[in-house]
């Protein structure tokens, strides 16, 4: 029976080196960064909170009746009332 004399590949590691096993190769900074930005993104403090609705603003989906900026300006220019500003008679 031969010995392998191979060295064996070692890996620095924040708990201290480790010995690979042979064909593995060491996670590379790259490596760690792909799989990282793969996972979903979670949130530090609980990675268990589910995403709140962004409801507000532009994303609003219960107000798209809003009326249109543009129209209002040129209503308001008109004279015309406008839904959230009645005239009074």
Do not use: W, Y
Not at 2 to 21: N, S
Not at 41 to 66: E, S
Request: with cysteine.
């Amino acid at each position: 029976m031969t010995e392998d004399i191979r060295p064996t590949a070692t890996e620095i590691t924040p708990e201290g080196e480790q010995t690979l096993v042979p064909g593995v190769a060491p996670i590379t900074l790259r490596d760690g960064l792909v799989a990282r930005m793969a996972a979903p993104m979670t949130p530090k403090r609980n990675p268990d909170a589910q995403q709140k609705a962004c409801d507000i603003g532009l994303f609003d989906q219960a107000a798209r009746d809003q009326c249109d900026l543009i129209d209002l300006l040129r209503a308001v220019e008109r004279g015309e009332s406008t839904p959230d500003h009645k005239q009074e008679d």
